[in-house]
């Protein structure tokens, strides 16, 4: 049953391109997509999905390597008061995880991550109608433009992963 898989809530781009990434992936059990709040701050919310995955056939490690390499995981650019580069957890432990894994793969990039780590606050899902962007419709022109890239990202370095 879904509820009994682990979930992890990433966030750094448009909602459209990281559910997309997320449904594409081997493992996955389901994306939900929609606005995630920390729990620090709870009435503000981030573009950003739920994943509930199979950590016995994708890691969490896999998962946050995947993210890191899918959206500006090193650009600070202007729209981050909308697009949080974030990894949202849900309990310590899995916090504790996130910070390592984190600080581990700052080595594979040229410039600092950006991207940060957060106990869970809030989730508001995505009014239906724009839910599973991508699946609904792959010709629309922003799928083309943004999310198709990122699909092609996913394939390259993670062909195994890949649905």
């Known amino acids: 049953m879904l ?3 682990p979930k992890i809530g990433f966030g750094g781009g448009c909602h459209w391109c990281t559910e997309a990434v997320f449904q594409s992936i081997k493992g996955v059990g ?3 997509q929609g606005y995630i709040s920390t729990e620090k701050e709870k009435e503000t919310f981030f573009e950003g999905v ?3 995955f199979d950590p016995g056939s994708i890691s969490l490690q896999k998962l946050i390597e995947i993210h890191l390499q899918t959206h500006q995981s090193t650009s600070n650019h202007s729209m981050r008061s909308k697009y949080l580069s974030a990894v949202y957890t849900f309990d310590p432990v899995q ?3 996130v910070l390592d894994i984190l600080a581990s793969s700052q080595g594979k990039f040229e410039e600092q991550i950006i991207t940060t780590a957060h106990m869970f606050g809030n989730f508001k899902a995505s009014r239906p109608e724009i839910r599973n962007y ?3 419709d792959p010709e629309r022109p922003f ?3 943004y999310i198709e890239p990122k699909l092609k990202i996913l394939e390259d370095k993670f062909q195994s992963f890949v649905r």
């Open 3 to 5: 509820e009994e898989l």
């Open 30 to 32: 389901e994306v939900k």
């Open 50 to 52: 739920l994943v509930y």
């Open 95 to 97: 916090y504790a995880k």
């Open 134 to 136: 991508y699946k609904t």
């Open 143 to 145: 799928c083309k433009l």
